[in-house]
């Protein structure tokens, strides 16, 4: 059956193999179920091994997944072998101009057709810096760029769907899935691309459910053609996102659309992750990026001296590559710094220059510390529930507590006052503003406070560099 299936390719195999299809399920499932759900699927397309089926809309797909995913899958693969697959394509019924002029003879299907372009009404945010063209190749990120590129070509063709790429801080991971992103639009304009860190995706879920839109708010990312999801470990231990995405996740794989995904662990360590979007993380292709060794520290060093203008001498590019090994970040920062030391006193860069550089940039490492985890240790410093700070508590030591780390959340992340103030129950960003010069007015007249907060911080940045 399934080699007979490998060479149908008659238009009308679609339809005769979607009727094997439901008569299948029919045996499987009760009458209403079968009349409510499967009915309404029309078979669209086959090509190869690939069924298209049209859906009215998102719940379909969503209630399949959820409460037959088993059946389809082995409906389809017994129907049509074991890499036949399934791919559900919503449009509207109503709508004329779907149905092709040149249609076919038989007016059961229209015939396969893609939803409308819609016109751009969204920021992507994707920065156009980041490129294929530049991106140094590497040993570490040699099957991660491969991968990318495979991607950026043919999104949501290829069998690496999601992409799930892991790796250290400042290895490139950013670059690489915004460079996919590029490429997309590059190549179809037309596109539907976005990205979005998992901070801002979590933050943006809950204005929605503020606002009663998280429909709207789903519905969007539902809509896309490839959705880049940058750190996606900041995703552990929030539930309701995670659920939220779980389905907007499904929704997109199913239909054949493209998902990335970066982490700076691989899947299986994302504890506080759902087991279920954790499978769904792996069933792609997983792949991690390693630091750069010597050779491609020097080459990614004389890209970016070129891309500056600036000049150096090899003896000083072989320093920096020598001692900066981990971080592809550190590696672009001495050259910055490097370049405004040399504007600022227009003096020439020497190799004592270098050495200083290097070796203030290996001192001040940036560390990612996260708004929760400064709240944590603030809270433990004041012994206030950590909770307390995020409702509306007007007592004295709960708002010096929640005072203390919005402070400290605008000085020791990059978060924004938005953010910050979300992650404090909703607060608006005024809110955080009259935080931070409170703490900053009261630090230079109040000894103990000052010393609280130097003691705060301390013990914060201790612990995660
Ligand atoms: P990550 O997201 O893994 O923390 P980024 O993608 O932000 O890292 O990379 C940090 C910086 O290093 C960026 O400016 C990026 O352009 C640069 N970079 C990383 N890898 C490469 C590479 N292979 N070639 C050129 N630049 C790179
Ligand atoms: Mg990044």
């Known amino acids: 059956m399934a080699e007979a299936a490998l060479k149908l390719d008659s238009y009308k195999e679609h339809i005769t193999i979607w009727k094997e299809c439901l008569s299948l399920i029919k045996e499987n499932v009760s009458l209403l179920t079968y009349n409510t759900w499967f009915l309404p699927l029309k078979p669209l397309h086959l090509e190869r091994n690939i069924l298209k089926l049209q859906v009215p809309n998102n719940y379909f797909i969503d209630w399949i997944e959820e409460h037959h995913k088993t059946l389809i899958t082995n409906v389809i693969h017994n129907v049509l072998g074991v890499d036949g697959k399934l791919i559900y394509l919503i449009i509207e019924e109503q709508e004329d101009t779907l149905f092709d002029k040149k249609s076919e003879p038989e007016n059961i299907v229209p015939p396969f057709s893609e939803p409308k372009p819609v016109e751009k009404n969204y920021d992507d945010f994707l920065n156009s810096k980041f490129t294929f063209e530049n991106f140094v190749k590497g040993e570490g990120n040699q099957l991660a760029r491969a991968a990318s590129i495979a991607i950026g070509e043919n999104p949501g063709q290829t069998s690496f769907n999601p992409l799930f790429i892991y790796g250290g801080v400042g290895l490139g991971k950013t670059h690489l899935i915004q460079a996919i992103g590029n490429k ?3 190549k179809d304009p037309n596109k539907k691309v976005i990205y979005v860190s998992s901070d801002l995706f979590t933050v943006e879920f809950v204005e929605a459910i503020q606002n009663n839109s998280v429909n709207e708010f789903s519905n969007f990312y539902k809509g896309m ?4 999801i940058d750190d996606i470990q900041f995703l552990v231990g929030k539930e309701k996102t995670q659920d939220l995405f779980f389905n907007i996740f499904n929704t997109l794989h199913l239909s054949g659309r493209q998902i990335i995904l970066s982490s700076d662990k691989p899947p299986k360590d994302l504890k506080g992750v759902s087991e279920r ?27 970016k001296a070129r891309l500056l203008d600036l000049t150096l001498d090899p003896q000083a590019i072989e320093y920096i590559a020598h001692n900066i090994t981990s971080n592809i970040r550190e590696l672009e920062g001495t050259l910055l710094r490097l370049l405004a030391t040399h504007s600022l006193n227009s003096k020439a860069i020497d190799f004592d220059m270098v050495k200083r550089v290097v070796k203030e940039i290996s001192t001040n490492r940036q560390v990612n510390i996260s708004i929760e985890y400064i709240t944590k240790i603030v809270c433990e410093f004041f012994k206030v529930e950590e909770n307390k700070v995020r409702e509306k508590n007007r007592r004295k030591e709960v708002v010096l507590a929640r005072q203390v780390a919005m402070y400290l959340a605008k000085s ?16 608006d960003h ?35 560099s």
Do not use: W
Request: glycine residues 4%.
């Open 225 to 228: 053609d490839a959705l880049i």
């Open 430 to 464: 005024s809110t955080v503003i009259h935080a931070c010069n409170t703490i900053e007015e009261s630090m230079s007249s109040d000894y103990q406070l000052n010393e609280s907060v130097t003691n705060i911080k301390n013990k914060i940045e201790v612990s995660v």
């Open 184 to 186: 997309i639009l590059d």
């Open 277 to 303: 979007l954790v499978s769904r993380f792996q069933c792609g292709l997983t792949v991690d990026i390693q630091p750069p060794d010597f050779e491609t520290r020097l080459a990614i060093l004389n890209n």
């Open 412 to 427: 020791l992340t990059k978060s924004s006052l938005k953010t910050i103030g979300l992650h404090f129950g909703g607060r």
